[in-house]
């Protein structure tokens, strides 16, 4: 028994510093049922003419769904996928659709801004400095594309889908749930494989 309780206090500790390093409070990890309470997060988001760096206020956006769909900008899939999201979603009445940049290519916030005007990139572009993502969805930080869908309450119900014609376990696509969701319906809370 006494063993045990110092790698469990090592253990507790190491997972409260992981948090902190994120720096960003309210990020820890996330699993279908737990709430999204960050309140900011830094983005480049559409301006006149092109992208520009600022932060992104979760707040204003309250009683609407979250969709995050995590891409590199710079890998074709990536992009083919991004661009079906922007299509969906700009029909989209009571979601909030957002881009995040895959941490890899959100070190530089002004190249990648030069890449969201390049491909003509329609929603906010989240830059992912810190490996949030990865670390409160649970995949690797090179892995993309990767949906994160929140219903209106803010809560996560669908955990690391990768495309938007993907089924998930209940038979529905992945598309037809973000549908839902916008709608207030619910969907069942899941982690895709």
């Keep these: 028994m006494r063993r045990l309780l110092p790698a469990a206090l090592l253990a507790a500790c190491l997972a409260s510093a992981a948090a902190l390093a994120h720096l960003l409070p309210g990020v820890s ?17 559409p301006l006149d003419g092109g992208y520009g760096e600022a932060p992104l206020e979760f707040e204003p956006l309250r009683g ?29 009445r009571h979601t909030a659709a957002l881009l995040v940049a895959a941490p890899s290519r959100s070190q530089d916030a002004k190249a990648l801004a030069a890449q969201a005007t390049h491909e003509r990139l329609t929603l906010p ?13 649970g995949f690797g930080r090179a892995d993309s594309p990767r949906y994160e869908l929140f219903d209106r309450s803010w809560t996560l119900l669908v955990q690391n889908g990768r495309a ?26 899941q982690t895709v494989p």
């Design 64 to 92: 609407r769904a979250l969709a995050f769909l995590v891409i590199d900008p710079y890998l074709p899939g990536d992009l083919a996928e991004a661009r079906r999201f922007e299509r969906l979603a700009h029909g989209l």
């Design 125 to 137: 572009l989240v830059v992912d400095r810190r490996d949030v993502f990865p670390y409160a969805f």
């Design 29 to 45: 990890r996330m699993r279908p049922g737990s709430p999204f309470n960050w309140y900011a997060v830094q983005a480049v988001s």
């Design 164 to 189: 938007l014609r993907e089924r998930l376990a209940d038979g529905v696509t992945l598309a037809e749930a973000l549908r839902a969701l916008d709608r207030g319906d619910r969907i069942v809370p």
